[in-house]
């Protein structure tokens, strides 16, 4: 049975495989051939932005090379940033150049408008991960503020189910897909942990948005 199918789009929200490479992308470009919603690609701190294009040839670069995109559904419209660091580092970045292309993006329309990013500019409560959000959190902060357009943040890395409000915006993250981050350290012996993977379905109409996570592996029936 197909769960979503009347899904218009798809987001992953970056850190696509865990290496970055060729063959791993491959792989998921082979998965993503028959999936019926359509999808929107990502990257985050694991993956490689000259592999990713390589493989996903048909995604265009922005003026500075970076992928971040815009797609509308009906109304509203999506932004889907890029806030990989050129190093190999976990944590993100978001440079002059990709504040001009959000301003400008942002500038366009006064429709309601969603962003997508893998790094969150803000604290989530888990140390580990706040260590390692985007680096340029305060200036990102001051742009989005100046903008009234902006109805959510849907955010990655994290690992973990987060909801909160930074800036008069609501914003949140799902569960990974492979792996959980613990929200008290030391909860588990190891630095990760192992919890119900979830994705999360979003539903916005008439201006009004609702999120629903589903656990997708851990869903089974039980007698009542
Ligand atoms: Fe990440």
Redesign the pocket.
Known sequence: MLLHGDSEACIIS??LTDSASPEALLWLKDLLVDFPIPTHLMI???DDRSVFFDIFDTYAKDENGFLQYTFNVAEDRFLCLDTKKDEPV?SGEYCEKRMAWLDNELSKSNTDTYIFM??PPFDVGVPHMDRIKLSEAEAFGDLISSHKNIRHIFF??VHRPVFLTWRGITCSACPGINHQMPLVGRAVSTKFSVEPPMYAVIEIENGELRINLDAFLDRHPVAH
């Open positions: 970056g850190d985050g701190n694991h976990p893998h790094h990655g890395h």
